[in-house]
């Protein structure tokens, strides 16, 4: 079912923040350590959170005089495939997040756009874009198994790993093979 941001957000699901025991108070804090499944379609083409595994939220929520302040780290595992020799890449993130929800009807809400603060619904915040956000724009867009991934012999395919040091194809060059030619028609 789509989402529009007019819906309403249900505190049963796992990315709805509800602030109820906040104290609307600026600089009252609250933690909150949640584990949650990742949803579908979590990363980009190369890298991505796979579905349904454990994303951990490690929280502080913190009233602010025009919202709640959410700040501290998402974690969890990637699965991906190597931008250089398609080996596949295991490995796992540790990010940063730091938001502000304004509360409706607050002055941040009516002065900012939704696209630079979050807005709350009530005394509940939908976590799930910010977390998105802040994990997904950290992937790279060509991952590699290793930072100095050799790849692939573009002659042959096979993996630079498995190849001795002085693999090669006989008249890659064509400058040589022009050479032999000319050689050969003077026999
Ligand atoms: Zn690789
Ligand atoms: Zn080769």
């Given at each position: 079912m789509p989402k529009s941001p007019q819906s309403h957000l249900d505190?049963?699901?796992?990315f709805v923040l509800d602030t109820?025991?906040?104290?609307?108070?600026?600089g009252a804090t609250r933690a909150l350590k949640r584990v949650i499944a990742a949803p579908p379609d979590f990363g980009v083409e190369l890298i991505r959170v796979p579905e349904k595994s454990d994303v951990e939220l490690d929280l502080v929520l913190t009233s602010v005089s025009e919202g709640v302040y959410v700040s501290g780290r998402v974690r969890g595992s990637l699965t991906g495939e190597c931008g250089r020799c398609l080996n596949e890449i295991g490995e796992s993130f540790d990010v940063p997040l730091a938001e502000l929800f304004a509360y409706e009807d607050s002055t941040t809400e009516e002065t900012t756009d939704e696209d630079e603060v979050g807005r709350m619904q009530g005394d509940l915040i939908d976590l799930e874009p910010a977390v998105l956000d802040a994990v997904v724009l950290t992937l790279p867009t060509n991952p590699l198994c290793r930072p100095d991934c050799p790849g692939l012999c573009p002659e042959c395919g096979v993996h630079f790993d498995d190849l001795p040091a002085d693999h090669s194809h006989e008249d890659v060059d064509p400058r040589w093979a022009a050479l032999r030619n000319l050689t050969s028609n003077e026999e």
């Open positions: 505190p049963r699901q796992p109820t025991k906040l104290p609307r108070q600026p």
